[in-house]
Structures are given as structure tokens and as C-alpha cells.
T-cell receptor, first 115, second 113 residues
């Protein structure tokens, strides 16, 4: 069965500093996407970044980047120059069955940003 | 990008009544949409897959007679919680889109009293 594990229930970072959120997953698929979603207090799910498994290059979106280690099935999210608005719950997600859009979510990491 | 509109944002209902939650794809056609449930401070759990023009497929442990899903058009999927009980109180979220990017509705907070 596919699983997604986030081992850090809570993290804290100082404003303007860098923080890395960890995620490991288990899948038997060879072609798949991986996602990080942000859920602020409004509870709206917001896509932060997406990584295609067949691409070796790590995805980057402005201050957000990933460290994708396919062999290790690791997909961590790095947030640079942290801002107060980054405070939220962050979920790592992997589609079940590879390229389908049925997402399996990790348990989440609650990120606090200290001013 | 793909936009999903979900209504209502919150609803309070009496135990034993039914509640309908709507999820609309505003700028794309959704042959498939997904319904999730989220308990406080927990992750999203997939409940069912809504398929346009056919029956929904439910995840193991989800009562299909309790959570009725209808996907009659390419832009509308509905989730009806029938004979609601306090244990059905939760946050329900729909999702649609493509493998390039899944878009979520804003969610519905259901409270059954």
C-alpha cells in the first residue's frame, strides 16, 4: 500500500530564516508526481510545489524548493527567507496508482514562523 | 488555473436530517472529482471518487448509503450526508483538476447538533 510519512508534527522558524520539512513515501509506481500543499487557518488547500518523479532536477517555485531523492523515496520541502504568511499546516502528497489524481496525504507538519 | 467552488462554507443541521454539499468546477470540465474528510488537526482522508455519469467509488470503510455522491454533469458533483449524526461533524473538501495540479474547494464545515 502507498504511504506518505511526515515525521515532524511541528516546526518553528525565525522570520527570514530557512526551514526544511521532511517527507518520505512509498510507492511501487515508476512514474508519478509528488506534491506539497499548504493549509493556512482558512483551511483552503493551496498547492505549493510539484515534482515529477522522472525529472532528476529538483523543482523550485520562488522561495520554495524541494530535495527529491527518488532512490530514497524522500521529498523534502525547503522554505527560504521565511515569512509570517508561511505559517500553516504543510502536507506532502503522493497520488495513489502513480499518475492518477487520487491523493494520499501525509499527517502534516504545522509550521510556526516567529517574528 | 483550475478553480473549484464549494458551497456551503459551513452548515449546522439537526441530527437525523440530510445535508447537501456542492462542488463546481468553474473553468474546466471535471469527469472525476474527489471528496475528502478532515478531522481537526488531522490529515485529509479520501472518502470517494465521483465519476461523471456513473456511480461513485467509495474508499474502504466509507458508508455509501450515508454519503451519497452524485456527479450528473461535467461541472457539478454533490455530496449528501444522509441522516446526519454528531459523529458526521467534520470538514469536507472536494478536489478536481488534472495530474498537473489538483485544485481544492474551500471546504465545508459540517456541524450536526
Amino acid at each position: 500500500a502507498q504511504t506518505v510519512t511526515q515525521s515532524q508534527p511541528e516546526m518553528s522558524v525565525q522570520e527570514a530564516e530557512t526551514v526544511t520539512l521532511s517527507c518520505t513515501y512509498d510507492t511501487s509506481e515508476s512514474d508519478y508526481y509528488l506534491f506539497w500543499y499548504k493549509q493556512p487557518p482558512s483551511r483552503q488547500m493551496i498547492l505549493v510545489i510539484r515534482q515529477e518523479a522522472y525529472k532528476q532536477q529538483n523543482a523550485t517555485e520562488n522561495r520554495f524548493s524541494v530535495n527529491f531523492q527518488k532512490a530514497a523515496k524522500s521529498f523534502s520541502l525547503k522554505i527560504s527567507d521565511s515569512q509570517l504568511g508561511d505559517a500553516a499546516m504543510y502536507f506532502c502528497a503522493c497520488p495513489r496508482g502513480g499518475a492518477t489524481n487520487k491523493l494520499i496525504f501525509g499527517t502534516g507538519t504545522l509550521l510556526a514562523v516567529q517574528p | 488555473g483550475a478553480v473549484v467552488s464549494q458551497h456551503p462554507s459551513w452548515v449546522i443541521c439537526k441530527s437525523g436530517t440530510s445535508v447537501k454539499i456542492e462542488c463546481r468546477s468553474l473553468d474546466f470540465q471535471a469527469t472525476t472529482m474527489f471528496w475528502y474528510r478532515q478531522f481537526p488537526k488531522q490529515s485529509l482522508m479520501l472518502m470517494a471518487t465521483s465519476n461523471e455519469g456513473s456511480k461513485a467509488t467509495y474508499e474502504q470503510g466509507v458508508e455509501k448509503d450515508k454519503f451519497l455522491i452524485n456527479h450528473a454533469s461535467l461541472t457539478l458533483s454533490t455530496l449528501t450526508v444522509t441522516s446526519a449524526h454528531p459523529e458526521d461533524s467534520s470538514f469536507y473538501i472536494c478536489s478536481g483538476g488534472t495530474a498537473y495540479g489538483y485544485t481544492f474547494g474551500s471546504g465545508t464545515r459540517l456541524t450536526v447538533v
